[in-house]
């Protein structure tokens, strides 16, 4: 980090010009110019709106239908669900501002107060242990706050200044006195519980995960609690235990990543500058001074600081947690998630959402129904839950997310983002800057703090050692008087024996008295002196102490004023220090929503892309099943052609055969007849040598060898023209069997070919196939993310399971317990006292006897109610917030008993007037409507008709059997 | 991985937990119940062999002088005599014949130190391992015995504990790891509560109630899934496989003769309970037997109380021994701290937990063992000092469990026991 002039001066001008990218970029994210300062006169849910609008992209959304608004709006308001008739009449009411009539009617009810109290009391109680506080007593303490419309703040100021003493306030000591006092652990739940904020990991360093958590915001804060302690005191004839304050400085800690570097941190809340507690000079701090069986109470008490402080609604610390909270508690989940990890780099809904909350909680005083009003007001409240697409149906989805071009938007938001980050590097230097800055400062005071504390004790000292010498000069005084009274009766006696023994002269007995007298007197007198001795001696040693006390005094006054002077220059770093952390963390914030934007439109683009990729796929796969159409068909051919070609080469060859072996037969012939007439030739010729030829026998023989020569050879000649006709043909026949021989291969090595491009085809397919079933788990995959990313920007409405109390009273009202026993207490309260004519006329009166059964009535069905929360609700001091399941609550839904006895018809209520219908259509659409908010649908009513009909004679089991499912189902389990 | 910063502190370990779910938020808000989509690394960590542990909790403080370290003809002493046991050279009260029979099987801890002398602090501290402090809450060994060693299909629930007296419920002993690893109730040895089926349903009406049940479910999250939902419809599988098997926790179901072996009081009974249940799979039984606080009357007390304890212990411990169990079975008898050597004026024995016994035996430990010493008069360990921690992690290793690894839970990093501390790898075989 650069700390020389010259880079401040550059980090100053960086400063400068961020601020205005950062007003670009704000202006750019919201899609709005920013007009902060003007009071907007519009009402905060429409400020929610505007602000909620996305300002480049959105993918549509639906509307939760009227009877499930009112059945979420009741589960929030009230904690319980609407009846049939509640459902009914606002149907029927025509009036256009109906919906925020009834919001304002919920938030008058009694059921509203209860609901409230609960939810108040599980967010700052978690379920600990009432070990010093009664449950009764600190929901009684917060029943009268929500009764009454007491300001939020107040409340809160008054539990983060309580100290339990005994008295009408004591339960608002149950956040410190039942966690018993202990300040880590009060350090912590303060932080998370009024501040958003778990420091618990801050406390011995800064955070390791949460840049913006430092271990001086956890000391900051306990710093508060310094003087805290727990002690008993008597009350009648009882004792309890107080969470009392002594006067006491805040303590040095360190870093146990840093040892050695010891650091003192003032009060101080998360974001807000820095306390500076006044300096009261020791002696001088309590108004009830610590003593035993005595809470001890100073002056200036860094509690009551802390309530006074977070309270006066300009720490937005307090006011956005607060806001978080109840955001949380309507939506399911908080802007920012989890409620006690708010930090800059968590990433909200938007990042001026919690601010305007924040802002306008506390600008409406802090007004708790105003703010739950405005928020169910909002049109966020009324999303839906259907499915504007789903996994079944990638057409839809691709109509959707084709819509816009997401990858455009998901540039331009990444190109947003990539600017606000790169402007926070600088932003982070700077807050570096005036840390080391403060921290400079700090060391300083650490030193000096150390010395004042050193004065302190001396001081202290001093002052013990002072009134110390002060009551032994008050002793040694006390006994000058004592002995100075004995001598004066001394004196009197003493004059009087005198007088007496001159009336008596003789009397030698009053003589001796009146020496004795005498001699004890002057014993007495020296005695005096001797005191008056030791007085003067005790005097000067007070005036030793008065002076050492005087001392350490003016050295305590110069140790606080250079502390009260360091404090000054601490102040203005710190203003520094802390605009600048601010700053940082808002442009974090804002940062870390537009990353929430991109993951969006990254969650889209993924969806689009996964539906272009089972589609390609697809495509792909349709392609290879054509080719391999192609192919099979081409195979078939050849194999046709094939087929035909093989009878062919066999007429061939055997033609080929056939003239070869004619032919060979000719050549038999030829051969036999060149020898035949090879022999002719040789006879013609042994003739010729002969020396008489002309013997007639030879010449007649000569010319029958001529003759036969002659034959012969055009014998010989017809035969060779024959063999050479038969070699023709053979050599014909065998042409013809090459030919066909060849086509035959070339027929074969096509075949080949294609069974080879089949076989890849079909792998083709296989593959394809493989990859297309991929593609398709993989776009589930996406769907999943962009419902749950939906989800959590409140796009679907959350399933939210209902808290164990939700679940019980719920249950009891939805079966008319609730409404039965308040109309019995209500004839118990009439019956003990008639109301007079006059009376009946007095609503008020008619209200408050109401109430009162219905308080009743509520402490009756109290017992039913702590079943559920023993099986639903999570352990003491864990989040309360976390949903889970298990095995025993189902067994207690299924053989408890007690869901199934409370299914059954009794009185007038729902089972009953099921059971008593005769029209099952209608019966089964009251049905629906009182215990689940819905009509139901065509199929469901058949279930219902079927269910009915297994065993006609046994109505009311089945009614019961049908009741008790749909109050044991998800549905009824989660709000939605 | 450990928690890599110097305090050790548990909450860094949550904090990131919920630090981290800001990115995967898919799966955050539901607690503990998610084993089926997040299977614990220790889990695996496991043999193929299914280990299980049974602890005996000796509520209120065993003295360990009138068992397990006798210290005969001392001042300490009292009036009982040692006895020689199956090991040679070992010598335990004579209280517990039946059991001196056993230490072959067994391994005794002898020098153990807790500093902590109140019964609720001292309870927490021996069941989880650690101390108690008020920022954070750790879970029982039961809980940790039940994500590391039951499988997580199982619909049997994996930590019991056999209570001596009333009804059934579960217990908020799971911490962190949510109430999926509480441990449910055995009232005197009944089975889990809400697993009879009321009157008056019938075969028939039950089925037909939760076939409708399971439709309508099925068709309100079609499309609304989630992994809350998916927890929840699985507590309702689950519970059906529970009932099917009812007579895992029925004892009555054991033979006439292995019943009177044990004897028909209830400790007897619940010794017996407990061998059904582990050879039925389940991983972690606690078997309690109270009351040890021996303020006044120490030996009479100890007299009637260690005698009923005996013979149903040593029968568990040759049970387990003959069947073959025993290599998967580890078996420990606590307190929550010992009794005080001195010998008050009401003839009792006072909290102590600077030099006390701890009995374990089986899994992985050493056959026969004594670690760990004190002196003469039993004030002072001498030799082997262990701590609740120190011991915490043998439990675990001697069932295969890396005691140095951590759960994940929902992305947060828990370690499975105390950080700062290490198992005591003598006494594992």
Same mark, same amino acid.
């Given at each position: 980090m650069n700390r020389n002039g010259c880079s401040q001066l550059i980090d100053g001008l960086r400063f400068v010009r961020f601020l205005c990218l950062f007003f670009l970029v704000a202006a750019l994210f919201t899609g709005t110019t920013l007009q902060?300062?003007? %009071? *907007? %006169?519009?009402?905060l849910h429409q400020q929610i709106d505007q602000l909620l609008t996305p300002s480049d992209a959105a993918l549509p959304q639906t509307e939760i239908s009227e009877t499930l608004l009112v059945r979420r709006l009741y589960l929030d308001l009230i904690g319980i669900p609407p009846t049939l008739g509640e459902l009914q009449a606002y149907a029927s009411d025509?009036?256009?501002d109906k919906y925020s009539k009834l919001v304002h009617k919920l938030l008058q009810t009694p059921e509203f107060v209860e609901h409230w109290v609960k939810q108040i009391d599980l967010m700052m109680?978690? @379920?600990? *242990?009432?070990t010093n506080i009664p449950q009764l007593d600190w929901e009684e303490y917060l029943r009268k706050s929500i009764a009454t419309n007491q300001p939020f703040h107040q409340l809160c100021a008054e539990i983060l200044s309580?100290?339990? +003493?005994?008295?009408?306030?004591?339960? =608002?000591a149950r956040f410190y006195l039942d966690r018993g006092g202990d300040a880590n652990l009060i350090t912590r739940d303060v932080g998370r519980v009024?501040?958003? @904020?778990?420091?618990q990991c801050a406390?011995?360093?800064?955070?390791p995960l949460i840049d913006s958590y430092f271990q001086s915001d956890f000391q900051g804060i306990a710093a508060f609690y310094s003087g805290g302690y727990m002690v008993e005191v008597p009350d009648g004839d009882k004792k309890l235990q107080v969470y009392a304050e002594k006067s006491l400085l805040e303590s040095p800690y360190e870093s146990v990543f840093h040892k050695g570097n010891a650091r003192r941190t003032l009060p101080r809340i998360p974001g807000a500058a820095e306390v500076n507690p006044p300096s009261v000079q020791p002696g001088d701090d309590y108004e009830i001074a610590p003593a035993d069986g005595v809470a001890a109470k100073p002056k200036y008490s860094r509690r009551a600081q802390l309530a006074q402080l977070a309270t006066s609604g300009n720490v937005s610390a307090f006011n956005e947690n607060w806001a978080n909270r109840f955001w949380s508690l309507i939506f399911g989940r908080g802007v920012i998630y989890p409620? /006690?990890?708010?930090? =800059?780099? +968590?990433?909200?809904?938007?990042?001026?959402l919690l601010p305007l909350l924040g802002r306008e909680f506390a600008a409406s005083g802090f007004q708790l129904r105003n703010l739950l009003s405005e928020l169910v007001q909002t049109?966020?409240?009324? =999303? $839906?839950?259907?499915?504007?697409?789903?996994?079944?149906n990638p057409q839809r989805a691709k109509e959707i997310v084709q819509a816009l071009d997401w990858n455009k938007i998901l540039s331009e938001r990444l190109s947003r983002w990539e600017l606000a980050k790169s402007q926070l590097a600088a932003l982070g230097e700077k807050t570096g800057a005036a840390k080391d800055a403060l921290l400079n400062i700090e060391k300083e005071r650490t030193l000096l703090l150390a010395s004042l504390d050193q004065a302190r004790a001396a001081l202290i000292n001093a002052q013990t050692v002072q009134a110390k010498a002060a009551a032994e000069v008050a002793a040694a005084e006390k006994s000058v008087v004592d002995e100075q009274a004995k001598q004066a009766k001394l004196q009197t006696a003493s004059t009087a024996t005198e007088e007496v023994k001159g009336l008596l002269n003789q009397d030698a007995e009053i003589a001796k008295a009146a020496e004795i007298l005498q001699q004890k007197l002057a014993a007495i007198t020296a005695s005096i002196t001797n005191l008056n001795n030791a007085a003067e001696e005790k005097r000067k040693a007070l005036a030793t102490a008065q002076a050492a006390t005087d001392t350490h005094k003016a050295a305590w006054a110069a140790a606080d004023k250079a502390v009260t002077e360091k404090n000054a220059a601490y102040m203005q770093a710190d203003e520094a220090y802390v605009a600048a952390r601010n700053v940082e963390e808002h442009n974090r914030r804002i940062s870390s929503s537009l990353k929430r934007e991109v993951d969006y439109a990254k969650a889209v683009v993924a969806v689009r892309d996964g539906v272009q990729e089972v589609e390609s796929k697809a495509a792909l796969l349709a392609q290879s099943v054509a080719q391999k159409e192609t192919l099979t068909a081409q195979k078939t051919n050849r194999l046709n052609t094939v087929a035909q070609l093989d009878p062919q080469v066999v007429q061939a060859t055997r033609d080929r055969d056939q003239a070869q072996e004619s032919m060979q037969a000719q050549q038999l012939r030829v051969q036999d007849a060149e020898g035949k007439h090879q022999l002719i030739v040789t006879a013609q010729n042994a003739l010729q040598k002969?020396? &008489?030829?002309?013997?007639d026998p030879l010449r007649s023989a000569m010319e029958e060898i001529q003759k036969r020569l002659t034959e012969s050879e055009s014998g010989l000649a017809a035969l060779r023209q024959e063999l050479q006709n038969q070699q023709t043909m053979l050599a014909g026949a065998q042409t013809k069997l090459n030919q066909l021989q060849e086509s035959k291969a070339a027929e074969e090595a096509e075949l080949a070919k294609l069974e080879a491009s089949l076989a890849t085809t079909e792998t083709m397919i296989q593959q394809t196939e493989v990859s297309r079933t991929e593609a398709a788990s993989i776009y589930q995959r996406r769907i999943q993310d962009l419902r749950q990313i939906r989800m959590d920007r409140f796009e679907y409405s959350k399933l939210v399971a209902l808290t164990p109390e939700q679940l019980a009273w719920s249950l009891l009202s939805t079966m008319g317990f609730v409404e039965r026993q308040v109309a019995a207490r209500l004839a118990d309260i009439d019956k003990a006292s008639p109301l007079t004519a006059e009376q009946q006329q007095d609503q008020n009166l008619i209200q408050q006897r109401k109430l009162q059964a219905y308080l009743q009535a509520r402490k009756e069905l109290q017992g039913n109610v702590n079943i559920f929360v023993s099986l639903y609700g999570a352990g003491a001091?864990?989040?309360?917030?976390d949903f889970f399941a298990t095995a025993d609550q189902a067994l207690f839904a299924n053989n408890g008993g007690v869901i199934f006895s409370w299914a059954g018809a009794a009185g007038d209520n729902v089972t009953s007037k099921f059971i008593n219908a005769t029209e099952i259509n209608e019966a089964t659409n009251n049905l629906y409507l009182a215990l689940l908010g819905r009509t139901p649908t065509a199929e469901e009513i058949s279930d219902v008709q079927q269910y009915m009909n297994? =065993?006609?004679?046994?109505k009311a089991a089945l009614a019961q059997e049908l009741v008790w499912g749909i109050l044991s189902s998800a549905e009824f389990r989660f709000n939605h | 991985m450990k928690c890599p910063y110097a305090c050790g502190s548990t909450e860094h370990l949550m904090a990131r937990r919920k630090f981290l779910s800001l990115s995967a938020?898919?799966?955050?808000?539901?607690? $503990? #119940?998610?084993g089926l989509l997040t299977r614990g690394a220790?889990?695996?960590?496991?043999?193929?062999?299914q280990q299980r542990i049974v602890v005996f909790n000796m509520h209120g403080g065993l003295s360990q002088l009138e068992s397990w370290d006798p210290k005969p $003809?001392? @001042?300490? #002493?009292?009036?009982f005599r040692a006895i020689p046991t199956s090991v040679p050279g070992l010598h335990i009260s004579e209280l517990l014949p039946y059991t001196a029979q056993q230490m072959h099987h067994l391994c005794l801890f002898?020098?153990?130190?807790?500093?902590e002398d109140d019964h609720g602090k001292g309870a927490y501290m021996m069941m989880t391992g650690r101390r108690q402090t008020p920022a954070a809450d750790y879970p029982e060994i039961g809980a940790v015995a039940a994500k590391?060693?039951?499988?997580? /299909?199982?619909?049997? %629930?994996g930590h019991i504990r056999v209570v001596p007296h009333g009804g059934g419920g579960r217990g908020s002993d799971a911490a962190y790891l949510g109430p999926k690893y509480s441990s449910i109730h055995l009232g005197n040895?009944?089975?889990?509560?809400?697993?009879k089926r009321p009157d008056g349903i019938t075969d028939e009406a039950e089925r037909r109630r939760q076939e409708f049940r399971r439709k309508s479910d099925r068709r309100f999250l079609d $499309?609304?899934?989630t992994a809350m939902t998916d927890v929840f419809t699985y507590s309702f599988e689950q519970a059906d496989r529970l009932m099917e098997q009812? /007579?895992?926790? &029925?004892?009555?179901?054991?033979?006439t003769q292995d019943q009177e072996k044990y004897g028909t009081h209830d400790f007897g009974r619940h010794c017996l309970l407990a061998r059904r249940l582990i050879e039925r799979g389940i991983s972690f039984v606690q078997v309690s037997h109270s009351n040890?606080?021996?303020?006044?009357e120490n030996f009479d007390f100890h007299l009637e109380q260690v005698g009923e304890f005996d013979r149903p212990f040593a029968t568990f411990v040759a049970d387990l021994a003959e069947r073959g169990l025993l290599d998967q079975t580890l078996i420990v008898v606590l307190s929550e701290f010992g009794r005080t050597p001195n010998i008050n004026l009401y003839l009792g024995r006072d909290h102590w937990s600077k030099a006390w016994s701890v009995l374990a035996g089986g899994a992985k430990l050493a056959r026969g063992a004594v670690l760990g010493a004190t002196n003469a008069e039993g004030t002072?360990?001498?030799?082997i000092q262990v701590d609740h921690a120190q011991l915490f992690h043998t439990y675990l290793q001697a069932v295969?469990? &890396?005691?140095s690894a951590s759960f994940q839970i929902d992305g947060r990093e828990l370690p499975?026991?105390? %950080?700062?501390a290490e198992p005591i790898w003598t006494a594992i075989a």
């Open positions: 902060a300062q003007a %009071p *907007a %006169p519009v009402p025509t009036s256009q109680m978690e @379920r600990r *242990a009432n309580a100290n339990g +003493a005994p008295g009408p306030n004591r339960p =608002a009024f501040f958003g @904020r778990d420091l406390q011995c360093h800064d955070h409620s /006690d990890l708010i930090h =800059a780099d +968590a990433e909200p809904l938007h990042p001026k049109k966020l409240y009324r =999303a $839906g839950q259907s499915e504007p697409f789903d996994a079944t002969l020396p &008489d030829n002309q013997a001091g864990q989040p309360q917030g297994q =065993a006609p004679d046994q | 938020s898919g799966a955050v808000g539901v607690a $503990g #119940g998610l220790a889990a695996e960590q496991v043999q193929q062999k $003809g001392t @001042r300490t #002493g009292g009036p002898r020098g153990v130190n807790t500093s590391t060693l039951m499988p997580e /299909d199982s619909s049997l %629930p040895g009944n089975p889990p509560q809400y697993t $499309g609304r899934r009812r /007579d895992v926790f &029925d004892v009555t179901k054991e033979p040890y606080d021996t303020h006044n002072e360990v001498v030799d295969g469990v &890396d005691t499975i026991a105390d %950080p700062s």
